[in-house]
């Protein structure tokens, strides 16, 4: 079985990315998907730094405002995107 690898600051952009939509297709539960996704990944790579609510008034436990959110980027990270800019 073939493996391959995915950038952790490549994902970490998409999620932010689409954890910040507003369309029709941004729901809960694909938002709620995408949280747990990056949290796993972050975590497994000792990536995690913590996030933010995009409305700190609209982040009611389960709702939608509670998983628009932006995750910030770890230190390592951080270096990572300086190198690449």
Known sequence: MSRKT???L???EWANKNLKRE???AT???????????EMVL???DNY???CFQDNDDSDCGTLGY???SYFYS???RKESQRSA
């Open 67 to 69: 998983y628009s959110r």
């Open 6 to 8: 995915v950038n952790v």
């Open 49 to 51: 730094a913590g996030f």
């Open 28 to 38: 809960v539960d694909f938002k709620s998907g995408i949280c747990s996704m990056i």
């Open 43 to 45: 975590m497994n790579t």
């Open 10 to 12: 490549q994902l970490l």
């Open 23 to 25: 369309d029709e297709y």
């Open 75 to 77: 230190a390592k990270m």
